[in-house]
């Protein structure tokens, strides 16, 4: 076991002995964990990805087992707690541990720990990354995955590694820029989906209002007009 792997799982030993095993037997880790294991930085939560429901089903069983409590619950992620512990159990799924990196934004985050079997029917924890994983962190520069899904999430995640003292090449900034402007969002929904993930309170509050007021159409341009109209209540609810 490598000292990163070793340090996961002495976090995730602070809720539970049998966590990181939970974990490991029914899906793998990936992400913010993995990149804050390998920076010697604090974890604040752990990612579990799955290839199917029924093992993210499986695992959250053993958590609650193990006295997690389930604090938060959203249509991309279920979030247990314990012991200043956090585990959040992802529900999209995929094919296997690269092609779920392959997804993720920069890639001084792609990188995942997975358990494979190994000789004499012993298992064995290992940890994979991208190509530019290592040199990116050392640098900790910020390089945008070519293949953003959600380019939008990404220019806000951009700002906490940028509080955290990473830097952003202007051409890596251009592309991220690129890759936003080439959406075309016109359905509420698809707003939500482009959204999703943002810990923003104005947003969810504006888009519980739209979906209760049967908003389907939203371009651009009334997305950005009911933000404003929110933040000034919001505002104005403070004075």
């Not at 602070?14 to 793998?28: L, P, R, V």
């Not at 314990?82 to 392959?102: G, S």
């Not at 959600?150 to 952003?168: E, F, Q």
């Not at 890759?179 to 504006?206: R, S, Y």
């Amino acid at each position: 076991m490598t000292k990163e792997i070793r340090t996961i799982r002495n976090y995730l030993d602070k809720a539970d002995k049998e966590t990181f095993n939970s974990i490991m037997n029914h899906g793998w880790i990936a992400g913010g964990a993995v990149r804050a294991a390998c920076a010697r930085e604090s974890i604040k939560d752990v990612d579990v990805f799955f290839y199917t429901h029924n093992d993210r089903l499986a695992l959250e069983v053993e958590l609650i087992d193990q006295g997690f409590t389930q604090v938060v619950s959203s249509d991309n992620a279920n979030t247990y707690t314990k012991n200043d512990v956090c585990v959040q159990t992802i529900k999209k799924e995929y094919d296997n541990a690269w092609t779920c990196i392959d997804t993720f934004d920069f890639t001084v985050t792609m990188a995942f720990v997975q358990r494979v079997p190994a000789a004499n029917d012993f298992s064995n924890d290992i940890m994979e990354t991208s190509h530019f994983f290592y040199q990116d962190l050392a640098a900790r520069e910020l390089r945008v995955n070519r293949k953003l899904q959600y380019p939008l999430n990404t220019a806000v995640r951009m700002v906490k590694y940028l509080k955290k003292g990473y830097t952003i090449r202007p051409v890596e900034l251009v592309q991220l820029l690129i890759q936003c402007a080439k959406l075309n969002p016109q359905t509420l929904p698809e707003w939500k989906e482009q959204l999703l993930g943002i810990d923003m309170i104005t947003l969810g509050a504006l888009f519980a209002t739209m979906e209760n007021e049967g908003t389907t159409q939203l371009n651009a341009d009334s997305l950005m007009d009911c933000i404003d109209r929110e933040v000034d209540k919001r505002l104005g609810d403070e004075e």
